[in-house]
C-alpha cells in the first residue's frame, strides 16, 4: 500500500487527454496563455462564496449539505465499510479473521487470478452504490475525485501507469464521458503517476452486465478489450494499475488483465471505488 502520498499542484502528465475530458472539466493547467489563467484565477476567486453559496458541498451518499468538497456526511461516512486487511494474499478479499499472510481464499484457490491484486476504496453498498450511479448516470464529475481520494491509499508505491477499464466508442458518444476515465485521471492528479485513457480499447460492444452471474459475464466480455501493437512499449515490463468504479464478479477486470499481459504488462493490479464482496456461486 502507498505509505506517502504524493500530491501535484499542477495535472500530471497526460499523454491521452481526449475531447470527452475537456467536456467533463478536466482542462485545468492546460491554458497556453498565461495572463488569461491569471485573470481566469482572479474570477474564480471573486466568484468563489457566491458560488459557495448558491451551490454549497454536498455530501456524496445522501445530498445533504458539508463543511468541503468531497466529504460525507457523518451518517453516510459512518455506514461507509472501508476495505482493509486481514483478506486473501492474491484478489484482497476480506476475509473473516487474520489466517496468515499468505492465506488465499477459495476462489483464488481455485483458479488462480491473472491479476497482481484487487484492491477497492470500501465494499459496495448503498452509499458507495449512490456515488457509483451519480458519477456514471448522473454525469457528476467531481465525484471522480471523491473516489479517488479514498482509492489512493491502495496505490501501489512500484506503480508505473494507471489505465481506466474502457468503453466503447459509442457508450463514450451517448454517455459523453467514460466514469473510469474521470476516476483514473483524479488518481493520476493527486499521486503524480501518470494515466492512459486510450491505450486499452474496448473493440466490442458489450451489453450491460446487470443482472447476469460471473460465467455469463465472463462470456460476454472475454476478447472484448484490445491494445494496439504500438502501444505495446508503453505497457511492457510495467506495473500497471487497472482502474474502475466498480469490481463486481471481475469478469470486466480479468479480460483486461488478460490482455495488458498479453501485451507484455509485468503485473497489473486492479483499483477501484467500490467492491461487491459477497458475491455467491452461479
Ligand atoms: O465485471 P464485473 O466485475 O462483474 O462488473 C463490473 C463492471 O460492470 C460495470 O457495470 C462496471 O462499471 C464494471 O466495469
Redesign the pocket.
Known amino acids: 500500500m502507498r505509505a506517502i502520498v504524493r500530491r501535484c499542484a499542477i495535472a500530471a502528465p497526460t499523454p491521452s487527454r481526449s475531447i470527452k475530458d475537456f467536456r467533463c472539466g478536466h482542462a485545468e493547467g492546460l491554458c497556453a496563455d498565461r495572463s488569461a489563467a491569471t485573470s481566469a484565477a482572479m474570477l474564480s476567486r471573486l466568484l468563489r462564496p457566491a458560488i459557495a453559496l448558491a451551490l454549497p458541498p454536498r455530501c456524496a451518499g445522501c445530498g445533504a449539505i458539508t463543511d468541503s468538497d468531497h466529504r460525507f456526511c457523518a451518517e453516510c461516512w459512518g455506514s461507509l465499510r472501508f476495505l482493509s486487511p486481514p483478506w486473501c494474499a492474491a484478489c484482497h478479499r476480506p476475509l473473516e479473521y487474520d489466517q496468515g499472510p499468505d492465506t488465499r481464499c477459495g476462489p483464488c484457490l481455485a483458479r488462480p487470478p491473472v491479476h497482481a491484486g484487487v484492491d477497492a476504496a470500501v465494499a459496495y453498498g448503498p452509499v458507495a452504490r449512490t456515488l457509483a450511479l451519480r458519477l ?1 448516470y448522473g454525469g457528476r464529475a467531481s465525484l471522480a475525485q471523491t473516489a479517488a481520494r479514498h482509492m489512493i491509499r491502495h496505490l501501489p508505491d512500484d506503480a508505473h501507469l494507471l489505465v481506466p ?1 474502457p468503453l466503447h466508442r459509442w457508450r463514450i458518444w451517448s454517455r459523453g464521458y467514460n ?2 476515465g474521470l476516476i483514473a485521471a483524479a488518481l493520476s492528479r493527486e499521486s503524480g503517476i501518470s494515466w492512459d485513457g486510450d491505450l486499452l480499447v474496448r473493440s466490442r460492444r458489450t451489453p ?3 443482472n447476469m452471474g ?1 460465467n455469463a ?1 465472463r462470456r460476454v ?1 472475454r476478447g472484448a478489450f484490445a491494445l494496439a501493437p504500438k502501444h505495446r512499449p508503453r505497457v511492457a515490463g510495467r506495473h500497471i494499475v487497472l482502474v ?10 480479468d479480460a483486461c488483465v488478460s490482455t495488458l499481459r498479453q501485451a507484455g504488462a509485468e503485473r497489473v493490479s486492479v483499483l477501484c471505488w467500490a467492491r461487491v464482496i459477497d458475491t455467491g456461486p452461479d
Open positions: 456514471k477499464v466514469q473510469a450491460v452486465l446487470q460471473g459475464r466480455v474502475d468504479d466498480v469490481y463486481t464478479s471481475g469478469a470486466t477486470t
